[in-house]
């Protein structure tokens, strides 16, 4: 890759990222959920995902988000506050928390999901089968590389948690 094609496909993932995020934003303010911030409604958006698959305990959630039990449990609080989720136990099992969408939730996930809906058809409406498929391809490869880099990151933040003597023994045991 040239120098010109590494600062040019930057500028595109910067430029889009910002544009997507934008976006959002301007749909949540317009369907009056101002006190919402994307992060969140993608919270809402994979509990409500979840909810369907019967997969919405925290660490399940958690999980599908890529981010850790606490940063998962600060956002559903404020969003439990807001009015947009509810969270009970498991009745078998009080350690099983599942959380899932109230009305209010469900309204900005369905506008949230329509909105998706939209930019996806909108920007595949010029392409023919063909460049959607060279389309869908290319995603795929970004998608892989941004997953294996989260995890990579994940993986390393695990490591710092730990000191050093620890995580020699503990690689030392998974190699043996």
Same mark, same amino acid.
């Given at each position: 890759?040239?120098?010109?094609?590494?600062?040019?496909?930057?500028?595109?993932?910067?430029?889009?990222?910002?544009?997507?995020? !934008?976006?959002?934003?301007?749909?949540?303010?317009? @369907?009056?959920?101002?006190?919402?911030?994307?992060? =969140?409604?993608? @919270? +809402?958006?994979?509990?409500?995902?979840?909810?369907? =698959?019967?997969?919405?305990?925290?660490?399940?959630?958690?999980?599908?988000?890529?981010?850790?039990?606490?940063?998962?449990?600060? !956002?559903?609080?404020?969003?439990?506050?807001?009015?947009?989720?509810?969270?009970?136990?498991?009745?078998?099992?009080?350690?099983?928390?599942? @959380?899932?969408?109230?009305?209010?939730?469900?309204? !900005?996930?369905?506008?949230? $999901?329509?909105?998706?809906?939209?930019? @996806?058809?909108?920007?595949?409406?010029? +392409?023919?089968?063909?460049? +959607? $498929?060279?389309?869908?391809?290319? +995603?795929?490869?970004?998608?892989?590389?941004?997953?294996?880099?989260?995890?990579?990151?994940?993986?390393?933040?695990?490591?710092?948690?730990?000191?050093?003597?620890?995580?020699?023994?503990?690689?030392?045991?998974?190699? !043996?």
């Amino acid at each position: 890759m040239t120098q010109q094609q590494q600062e040019e496909l930057n500028r595109f993932f910067v430029h889009v990222f910002n544009q997507i995020m !934008a976006l959002e934003e301007a749909a949540l303010r317009d @369907v009056g959920a101002k006190d919402l911030s994307v992060k =969140e409604l993608h @919270v +809402l958006e994979a509990v409500g995902d979840l909810t369907d =698959e019967g997969r919405n305990t925290m660490t399940q959630i958690a999980d599908a988000l890529s981010i850790r039990v606490s940063t998962l449990t600060t !956002a559903v609080n404020t969003l439990v506050r807001k009015g947009y989720l509810k969270r009970g136990g498991e009745p078998g099992d009080r350690r099983i928390i599942r @959380v899932t969408l109230t009305p209010r939730g469900q309204e !900005a996930d369905r506008v949230h $999901e329509a909105f998706h809906a939209k930019m @996806v058809q909108d920007a595949s409406a010029g +392409l023919t089968e063909d460049g +959607l $498929e060279v389309l869908l391809q290319s +995603l795929h490869q970004l998608d892989h590389f941004f997953t294996e880099m989260g995890r990579q990151g994940r993986d390393s933040a695990r490591l710092e948690g730990h000191n050093t003597e620890e995580s020699h023994q503990g690689q030392a045991q998974q190699d !043996a």
